[in-house]
C-alpha cells in the first residue's frame, strides 16, 4: 500500500509563510507528478500546483509568484513553500502523488494525503 502523509500546516498571519511537506511510503517504481491541492471552507477542491516528472510545474493563477512546489523522486517527498500568504489562501491542503507501483506495464494511480490546515488570519 502507498500512504502519503503531509506535514506543516497551521495558523498564520496575512503577508506570512509556511511550508508544506509530503512523503510518500510503500512500494513505488515511478513517481509521474507530484501536486498540491487545496479545499477552501464551502468551495470544490482545486489544483494548486503541480510538479511534473520532467521538472514542468504549473500554478493555479491565484498562487503564481508567491507559492513554490519543489520534489526529490528519489525521496518521494514534495513541498510547498508558501510565501505572502492571504486569507483566501485558507483551506485544507493535499498532496497528492501519480504514480505506478510495480514496473513500466502497471498503470499509473493517484494517491493522496489526508490533508492539514491552513489558515491566515487577516
Known amino acids: 500500500q502507498v500512504r502519503l502523509v503531509e506535514s506543516g500546516g497551521g495558523l498564520v498571519q496575512a503577508g506570512g509563510s509556511l511550508r508544506l511537506s509530503c512523503a510518500a511510503s510503500?512500494?513505488?517504481?515511478?513517481?509521474?507528478?507530484m501536486g498540491w491541492y487545496r479545499r477552501p471552507p464551502g468551495k470544490q477542491r482545486e489544483l494548486v500546483a503541480i510538479l511534473n516528472s520532467g521538472g514542468s510545474t504549473n500554478y493555479a493563477d491565484s498562487v503564481k509568484g508567491r507559492f513554490t512546489i519543489s520534489g526529490d523522486n528519489a525521496k518521494k517527498t514534495v513541498d510547498l513553500q508558501m510565501d505572502s500568504l492571504k486569507p483566501e489562501d485558507t483551506a485544507v491542503y493535499y498532496c497528492?502523488?501519480?504514480?505506478?507501483?510495480?514496473?513500466?506495464?502497471?498503470?499509473?494511480?493517484?494517491?493522496w494525503g489526508q490533508g492539514t490546515q491552513v489558515t491566515v488570519s487577516s
Open positions: 510503500g512500494t513505488i517504481f515511478r513517481i509521474n507528478a
Open positions: 497528492a502523488f501519480t504514480l505506478s507501483r510495480f514496473g513500466w506495464l502497471t498503470r499509473p494511480e493517484e494517491y
